[in-house]
């Protein structure tokens, strides 16, 4: 009946944080949970494989340190909007990554990184389309996402 308890309950809990405790909200939380359960289950997704889940935290730490970063560097380009131009623009950048939960969180790192969205994963080349705000040198934003963010994903996910 439940094919992600977990899933199931989690999404119960936030139901009723959200809506409050009553037992009609209740009782529709736990349909919508358990009908997201069987969507999950229908999604069939691929089992997730920490090799190295103590890298964790690096990983985190430098996600957490480039998005502050970014923010200040985003928020220096708006504020300096008059003075210098920024240079939008897209990079297509070609990944060894093919798990579905790696790829899933490079997706999120890049997205909640401002600046940066990604955009499209082309799964014929395994390539992905970014979109960057200030494109100053392309290489350099390569090099972040290959040596930084890539290789690491691999190791702790391969």
Same mark, same amino acid.
């Given at each position: 009946?439940?094919?992600?308890?977990?899933?199931?309950?989690?999404?119960?809990?936030?139901?009723?944080?959200?809506?409050?405790?009553?037992?009609?909200?209740?009782?529709?939380?736990?349909?919508?949970?358990?009908?997201?359960?069987?969507?999950?289950?229908?999604?069939?997704?691929?089992?997730?494989?920490?090799?190295?889940?103590? *890298?964790?935290?690096?990983?985190?730490?430098? /996600?957490?340190?480039? &998005?502050?970063? $970014?923010?200040?560097?985003? #928020? !220096?380009?708006?504020?300096?909007?008059?003075?210098?131009?920024?240079?939008?623009?897209?990079?297509?950048?070609?990944?060894? *990554?093919?798990?579905?939960?790696?790829?899933? /969180?490079?997706?999120? &790192?890049?997205? $909640?990184?401002?600046?940066? #969205? !990604?955009?499209?994963?082309?799964?014929?080349?395994?390539?992905?389309?970014?979109?960057?705000?200030?494109?100053?040198?392309?290489?350099?934003?390569?090099?972040?996402?290959?040596?930084?963010?890539?290789?690491?994903?691999?190791?702790?996910?391969?």
């Amino acid at each position: 009946m439940l094919p992600y308890p977990i899933l199931a309950t989690c999404l119960l809990i936030m139901w009723l944080l959200l809506n409050g405790f009553t037992l009609g909200h209740f009782i529709l939380g736990l349909i919508v949970a358990v009908f997201a359960g069987w969507a999950m289950a229908s999604l069939q997704p691929e089992p997730i494989r920490l090799k190295k889940w103590y *890298l964790l935290p690096k990983l985190f730490g430098l /996600v957490f340190r480039d &998005i502050v970063k $970014s923010n200040i560097d985003v #928020a !220096w380009i708006i504020l300096r909007s008059g003075k210098r131009r920024h240079n939008p623009g897209f990079i297509t950048v070609h990944l060894e *990554l093919r798990s579905q939960f790696a790829l899933a /969180v490079l997706a999120v &790192i890049l997205t $909640s990184t401002p600046g940066s #969205a !990604w955009l499209e994963y082309d799964s014929n080349d395994h390539s992905v389309l970014l979109h960057v705000l200030d494109i100053q040198n392309e290489a350099v934003w390569r090099d972040t996402i290959k040596n930084r963010y890539e290789a690491l994903l691999l190791e702790i996910f391969a």
